[in-house]
C-alpha cells in the first residue's frame, strides 16, 4: 500500500504491481495467501480491498473474490481463530473490514484461503490488504518486508485442502 494508505482510502484503478493475481494454470478456488510477520503481532480486524477485475485495463473481468476463509496462527502453527467462509463484495474499490470479535495475541501468520470468486474459471486476487493491531493499520508490502507478507506455497495441516499461493502482480 501507497505510505499514508489507510481503510479509508480508494484503491486505484487495476494496475500492474498493485495487486495480487494467481497463477492461471490453477483454478481461483486452489489459490491461498498468507502473510507472515517477523515478531507476532496482537491484531483485531483485517482491511481487504478486493480486485478491481472490471476497471479498465483489467483483462479478465469477475475474478473479485466473494468468498473466503481466515485464519490467525501463532509460532507454532497452531489455529488461534478460524472464519468459514466470510464475504467480500466485488467490484468495490473501498476497504471492507473483517473484525476478530477483540485482540487476538501473538499472531504469527495469517492464511487467506479462497472459497468462490465472481465468475471467472482462471484467475483471482486482491488489491490490497491491512491489519489492526492496537488501533494502528499495518500495511503490508510483499515487495520489501520480506517476513510481514510472505506469499507462501506451503500448506497447512488444518486446511481442508491443499491450495496453491497467489503472487503479486
Known amino acids: 500500500m501507497p505510505s499514508g494508505f489507510d481503510q479509508n482510502d480508494v484503491h486505484n484503478p487495476y494496475a500492474s504491481g498493485n495487486h495480487w493475481t494467481n497463477d492461471r494454470s490453477t483454478t481461483p478456488t486452489d489459490q491461498f495467501i498468507e502473510w507472515s510477520f517477523n515478531t507476532p503481532e496482537d491484531l483485531s480486524a483485517i482491511y481487504i480491498w478486493n480486485h478491481q477485475s472490471t476497471t479498465p485495463p483489467a483483462n479478465h473481468s469477475g475474478y473479485d473474490v466473494t468468498s473466503f476463509d481466515l485464519i490467525l496462527i501463532d509460532a ?20 471492507q473490514t473483517f473484525s476478530f470479535g477483540g485482540t487476538v495475541q501473538d499472531v504469527s501468520k495469517v492464511r487467506f484461503e479462497i472459497e468462490a ?21 499495518s500495511t503490508p508490502e510483499p515487495s520489501t518486508i520480506l517476513g510481514l507478507v510472505a506469499i507462501s506455497g506451503l500448506a497447512l495441516g488444518a486446511s481442508k485442502r491443499n491450495k496453491n499461493s497467489i503472487k503479486q502482480n
Open 76 to 95: 507454532s502453527d497452531n489455529v488461534l481463530l478460524n472464519f468459514d467462509n466470510l464475504s467480500l463484495s466485488p467490484d468495490s474499490n473501498m476497504a
Open 117 to 137: 470468486v465472481q465468475n471467472s474459471t482462471n484467475f483471482t486476487g486482491l488489491a490490497e490488504v491491512g491489519f489492526e493491531s492496537v488501533g494502528v493499520v
